[in-house]
C-alpha cells in the first residue's frame, strides 16, 4: 500500500492563531518561506576559497535559481555577486570578486551569519532557496527537477556531494 503525500506545511501551524496569518502575509510578499537547500560537501582539503569548490557553489546556486517556484536563493555565490557590485557612492571601480574574497569576507563576520554558508569543518556549504505553500506532491516536482539538474554536477565532481534537504522536501 503506498499513500500519495498529500499536506502543506502551513497544516502546521495552528490556523486560529496570529502564527497562520504571519506566515501567509510573509508567503505573500516574499514568494516562499519553506526552505529547500542543496548542502555541498567535499573532502579536506580544499575550503570555500578554492576555485573548484567555487566554480561548483555557482554551478548548484544557478540550477536553484533556475527551478521553477523556488525563489530567494541565498548562497555563497551570493556573497560573491554582492562582493564584486561597487558602492556607486565609493567612486571605486567594479571588479569581480574572487572565491578568496568570498572566504575573507566570511572570516570576518560573526560565525552565526557565516554558517548559513559554509559549515563549522569548511568542508561544505549551503545553498537555500525559498518555495511558497505547496501541496507535498508539488514540492517533490521541485525537489525532482532540482535533482535533475544537479546530476551533471555529480558526474563532473564524483568527490562531492550535493544533498537536497530541508523539512519542506523531506
Excluded at 510573509?26 to 582539503?45: C, F, N, R, T
Excluded at 536553484?64 to 517556484?69: C, I, L, W
Excluded at 563549522?120 to 505547496?134: E, F, K, M, P, Q
Aim: charged share 20%; net charge negative; no cysteine.
Amino acid at each position: 500500500l503506498q499513500v500519495p503525500p498529500y499536506y502543506r506545511l502551513s497544516d502546521l501551524v495552528p490556523q486560529n492563531q496570529q502564527a497562520a496569518s504571519v506566515a501567509h502575509r510573509l508567503e505573500k510578499h516574499l514568494g516562499g518561506i519553506y526552505p529547500i537547500s542543496v548542502m555541498i560537501s567535499w573532502a579536506p582539503g580544499p575550503d570555500i576559497g578554492s576555485d573548484r569548490v567555487a566554480a561548483a557553489i555557482r554551478v548548484v546556486h544557478d540550477a536553484v535559481t533556475k527551478t521553477k517556484g523556488v525563489t530567494n536563493v541565498a548562497s555563497p555565490e551570493t556573497l560573491r555577486r554582492w562582493l564584486s557590485d561597487a558602492r556607486p557612492d565609493s567612486g571605486a571601480t567594479p571588479r569581480e570578486a574572487t572565491a578568496a574574497d568570498v572566504k575573507a569576507f566570511l572570516a570576518k563576520i560573526p560565525a552565526d551569519l557565516s554558517r548559513r554558508f559554509i559549515d563549522v569543518s569548511g568542508n561544505g556549504a549551503l545553498v537555500t532557496g525559498y518555495i511558497g505553500d505547496l501541496q507535498a506532491s508539488e514540492e517533490m516536482v521541485i525537489a525532482e527537477d532540482l535533482d535533475a539538474r544537479l546530476e551533471p554536477l555529480r558526474a563532473a565532481n564524483p568527490d562531492m556531494t550535493f544533498t537536497i534537504s530541508d523539512l519542506s522536501v523531506m
